[in-house]
């Protein structure tokens, strides 16, 4: 499996990205999809995920409201669409694959994935 992350920028605080995560080699919806951030020098953190189904989403408390995750089956492509954006937003974003969900919906834990992304950077200036 591969995961391909891409959308990542410079934007003002207030604007909108949206990132992308391409996934190849496998069956893309019988995994659950999350994106997870990480500024240098702390630990990378959970997002938002999407479950195999699509019924199951979760967010991270920080960007509850302003962030969207959304998965297109048909173009094995995962979305993040981030609104209202702030400079504590900072991070490399990163795509991960939970090929074990199970139906139990994206786990938040990111040991828990086994595919990750190459990163994108977001920045957001103030």
């Known amino acids: 499996v591969q995961l391909q992350a891409f959308g990542g920028g410079l934007v003002q605080a207030g604007g909108s990205l949206r990132l992308s995560c391409v996934v190849s080699?496998?069956?893309?919806?019988?995994?659950?999809m999350s994106w997870f951030r990480q500024v240098s020098g702390k630990e990378r953190e959970f997002v938002a995920g999407?479950?195999?189904?699509?019924?199951?989403?979760e967010y991270a408390d920080s960007v509850k409201d302003r962030f969207t995750i959304s998965k297109d089956n048909a173009k094995n492509t995962v979305y993040l669409q981030m609104n209202s954006l702030k400079p504590e937003d900072t991070a490399v974003y990163y795509c991960?694959?939970?090929?074990?969900?199970?139906?139990?919906?994206?786990?938040?834990?990111?040991?828990?994935?086994?595919?990750w992304g190459q990163g994108t950077q977001v920045t957001v200036s103030s």
């Open positions: 991960a694959a939970d090929p074990r969900e199970y139906g139990l919906g994206p786990k938040t834990a990111d040991d828990e994935y086994d595919y």
């Open positions: 999407i479950s195999w189904t699509g019924d199951g989403i």
């Open positions: 080699g496998r069956i893309f919806n019988s995994y659950a």
